[in-house]
């Protein structure tokens, strides 16, 4: 007995679908595996054993806190980009009040004017995420090319503790997140910083 003329269309239509699918599906699959296994992973870092970077005169020393970015994996990490994106005053016994709620990009320590970087595996450059001054209860973030928002003006001036969100991108990189806070009380030098 002969197959319908009905079985071969529908097998016709089978295979082609079956096709179809298998060139959208396969592609994305394939993608996704390399990206899983074999793309590069960045980590963010911050470090409160280390002592901080410390800038300015003897009489007015500033210090830097700072996060290192890493890339853990074999492949190169293309245009890794450092944000930050959350800033929150922390009282005592209160609730954490949120100080800055909105993103901007941060400047890498060593080279504020680069946008971006391509990172290899091993090094570990660092970004500056907020400055402290000791001759005043001041503290600012170190934003990309400098300055903030004038709405912002003024809101930096308290002692205590702060919690600094950053959040680090990247071509064909999952986000990373790191969350750190910094003490001063404006009497003991330097500011402590703890990973939150």
């Not at 003329?5 to 959208?24: M, N, Q, S």
């Not at 806190?65 to 944000?83: D, L």
Request: hydrophobic letters at 40%; one cysteine or more.
């Amino acid at each position: 007995m002969q197959p319908s003329i009905w079985f071969e269309i529908t097998k016709i239509f089978v295979t082609c679908g079956a096709g179809f699918l298998a060139g959208i599906t396969v592609p994305i699959t394939l993608r996704w595996l390399t990206r899983r296994f074999l793309g590069p992973k960045i980590t963010v870092a911050f470090d409160a054993d280390e002592v901080p970077a410390v800038a300015g005169s003897s009489s007015n020393p500033r210090v830097y806190f700072r996060a290192k970015i890493r890339n853990v994996k074999s492949h190169v990490a293309r245009e890794c980009r450092p944000y930050l994106t959350k800033i929150e005053l922390v009282g005592s016994r209160g609730p954490i009040q949120s100080v800055l709620d909105e993103t901007f990009q941060l400047g890498w320590s060593y080279d504020d004017k680069r946008d971006a970087l391509d990172l290899p595996r091993g090094p570990h450059p660092t970004v500056d995420v907020a400055v402290y001054e000791r001759d005043q209860p001041l503290f600012y973030p170190c934003l990309r090319g400098g300055g903030l928002p004038t709405k912002f003006n003024g809101i930096f001036s308290s002692i205590g503790t702060c919690r600094f969100t950053v959040l680090v991108t990247g071509h064909d990189v999952d986000p990373e997140l790191l969350t750190f806070e910094v003490s001063y009380d404006g009497k003991n030098w330097p500011p402590a910083g703890k990973v939150v």
